[in-house]
């Protein structure tokens, strides 16, 4: 890089946005230990607290966000700003990867692991005897070796419907971001529209889907290991989807304002890599999760 | 001491010292809650982290006291393990990381010629989160049932089924630091990747910003992973799964496995920075180039990779295959290696230097000879039939004592020794320097050397009582505990001292440093390199 790219960094005066985020992720953690630590009794204010939490930093992002932008319209940013900026984001979403890492680690040790274990294999035979010897190992677990049942989930019906949906909004995605290159404003409304759209579709046919599963086929969170990775893994994935939708939101609100030029436009790259992102982690739901 | 030859260069760093926007410094309180200035912040990082290490060592204190004499006598079984609990949790999140990330956010800027940390604001934010994540912890032994109490580990079932009814706190409050610790990492491997000075090539980058260029990979690869991990404890305890259940098809000794593939990589994240900080003090004072700069990076980047695949040694006695148990005995065995390498280049390094001792370097020294043992007793317990003999007893704690104290916080005393000039402007006091030194040094050891002894011979960690004959070796640690505690009163003082008054420190305040820091004056102005210096 050459001298001249390093002059303009531009570094930030004082702001009070992040206070006001820590403030905001302090009322967020202990409003919501607070709520759950009373889950049992109902009683307390963590929930007003955690919902208060939760406002600060909507607000905080508002404010952040507005401040960003502006400094970006106003043309303080260079390439080498730019470039902090991307390669923030796509660590952040490495870290991402790394949190469902986890549960996906959880969902296999469990699989391959601890239920055939329980069910004697290897040099578990005693244990199995021992402890619960009307246990069959299966998967999906649908009954437990404490003795309670439940329906493991078809792979066919909604979650293939919202397979579909997801790997189109994908699709839709690449072909805003590529009419945003090529300067097309009224094709990338549309396909950012359409993105926006299937994304509330995949959404409502989850709760859709959940509903079934708690009123019809008795999976619950608290099913067992099956029931147990179903929802955190199906959930934290659904909690990134409404993030990213509100992301394809605010975009398509700042396309309507004019925001983003074919050579500037990372807040829009960011929604997208991050969408991208989710759709990717599906697919592996959809493998391990549903079919397998 | 007097080859200052910088002068025209550091005019430069702020030449354009008007233009500049963020240039006026708020004053008061709101100069250090809306900063966004790397100094600012990454002097509130160390001095948060000071003040984490007085806590925690006063809770240390707490469980010496206690462990003075066989027998009940100070506190209550309950309480002294939220003392060993909360003591681990807040030396490990509290002192030791954020110090780490205060010397990074002071000197990595400056090392690499940046003007800022590439994302100032985010930087800000990492910070405060920190103070309100510990007031979280700290809280929660105030509340009825009293704070966490299962260890720092915080295995299942102690944390699920047994614990007391604060864990959401501890489970939100791990979650905040860790969204600190991810932001924080990811801005110091964008300011690494993007901002350096032209001219300066990956391998020309001083080893200490390279360790925590790796070490900033390791948070943002584990950090999530122990999110996760807090989450289903959060789960398991208060929404009905049974992720570590066996009842419902779980395994307890799935909490281990995702605890420790964080953990693991999680102990290099506080050791990696530690070897960089002596790769830049020991050539300094010994007046000659680090030896084998290269095979230092590529040490350290082995370390990190080996750092995956050794988690289940600290799971030798859960009852795991024995292929398992084989595997990560070999793979532990051979993180000896790189180490190995490090410790050779230390010496080679000292070898024929004009050594100087000034406290830094005495830290220095000592990091490398103790840390040595603290390595060694490691590769004992990577032994997995020996390991059934250590686990759990006071081997292991004098073993992470010996890496994380002698090893970690030595490291951070001879970097905060080595920089106090370029931060204060002034000299510290030499002599209350090697006061410091040489209280630390000898309490440490009769601190913890004993400990090894009392492991051996089969003392449990974690009790607050203990067998006859575990008690003369008892007392000595306990007074060692106490003596050590007390030695860092005078690094306080000193610091303090420094920051008042003291000999006006020259840029260039050693005679053998090396490095951009040492071509801005002293103290380092408020915006250093806003326009960057040429490296050849």
Partial sequence: MSNKDYETYYVPEQSHWPIVGALALFLIAIGAGSYVANLDTGEGVGGYILLAGIALIVYMMFGWFSNVINESMAGKYSAQMDASFRQGMSWFIFSEVMFFAAFFGALFYARMLSVPWLGGEGNNYETWNVLWPEFQAAWPLIKTPDGSTTTGMGWYGLPLINTILLLTSSVTAHFAHVALENNKRASLKFWLASTILLGTVFLILQVVEYQHAYADLDLTLASGIYGNTFYMLTGFHGMHVTLGTIMLIVMFLRVMKGHFTPENHFAFQATSWYWHFVDVVWVLLFVFVYIL | MTTVTDTMEHVDGHHDHHDHHADHKMTGIKRWLLTTNHKDIGTLYLWFSFIMLLTGGAMAMVIRAELFQPGLQIVEPDFFNQMTTVHGLIMVFGAIMPAFTGLANWMIPMMIGAPDMALPRLNNWSFWILPFAFGILLASLFMEGGGPNFGW?????????????????????????????????????????????????YMKMPLFVWTFFITAYLLIAVMPVLAGTVTMVLTDTYF?????????????????????????????????????????????????????????????????????????????????????????????????????????????????????????????????????????????????????????????????????????????????????????????????????????????????????????????????????????????????????????????????????????????????????????????????????????
Avoid at chain 2, 172 to 183: D, K, L, R, T
């Fill in chain 2, 153 to 201: 580990t915080f295995y299942a079932p102690l944390s699920t089924t047994y614990s007391n009814g604060s864990t959401a706190f501890f489970v939100f409050a791990v979650h905040i630091m860790g969204i600190s610790s991810i932001m924080g990492a990811i801005n110091i491997i964008v300011t690494i990747m993007n901002m350096r000075a032209p001219g300066m090539t």
């Fill in chain 2, 240 to 536: 009905g799964t049974s992720f570590f259940d066996a009842a419902g098809g779980g395994d307890p000794v799935l909490f281990q496995h995702i605890f420790w593939f964080f953990g693991h990589p999680e102990v290099y994240i506080m050791i990696l920075p530690a070897f960089g900080i002596v790769s830049t003090t020991i050539p300094a004072f010994c007046r000659k180039p680090l030896f084998g700069y290269s095979s230092m990076v590529y040490a350290t980047a082995s370390i990190a990779f080996l750092s995956f695949i050794v988690w289940a040694h600290h799971m030798f006695t859960t009852g795991m295959p024995l292929a398992g148990e084989l595997f990560f005995m070999y793979c532990t065995m051979l993180i000896a290696v790189p180490t190995g390498v490090k410790v050779f280049n230390w010496v080679a390094t000292m070898w024929r230097g004009a050594i100087s001792f000034e406290t830094p370097m005495l830290f220095s020294i000592a990091f490398v000879i103790l840390f040595t043992i603290g390595g060694f007793s490691g590769l004992m317990l990577a032994m997995t039939p020996v390991d059934f003999q250590y686990h759990d007893t006071y081997f292991v704690v004098a073993h992470f004592h010996y890496v994380l104290v002698t090893g970690s916080l030595f490291s951070i005393f001879a970097a905060v020794y080595y920089w106090l000039p370029k931060w204060t402007g002034h000299m510290y006091d030499e002599k209350l320097g090697k006061l410091h030194f040489w209280c630390s040094m000898i309490s440490v050891n009769v601190l913890f050397f004993p400990m090894h002894f009392l492991g051996l011979a089969g003392m449990p960690r974690r009790i607050p009582d203990y067998a006859l004959q575990f008690a003369d070796f008892n007392k000595w640690v306990s007074i060692g505990g106490f003596a050590f505690g007390l030695s860092q009163l005078i690094f306080l003082a000193l610091v303090i001292k420094c920051i008042r008054a003291g000999k006006q420190a020259e840029a260039k305040s050693w005679e053998g440093a090396e490095g951009l820091e040492w071509t801005v004056a002293s103290p380092a102005p408020y915006h250093t390199f806003a326009t960057p210096p040429k490296v050849d």
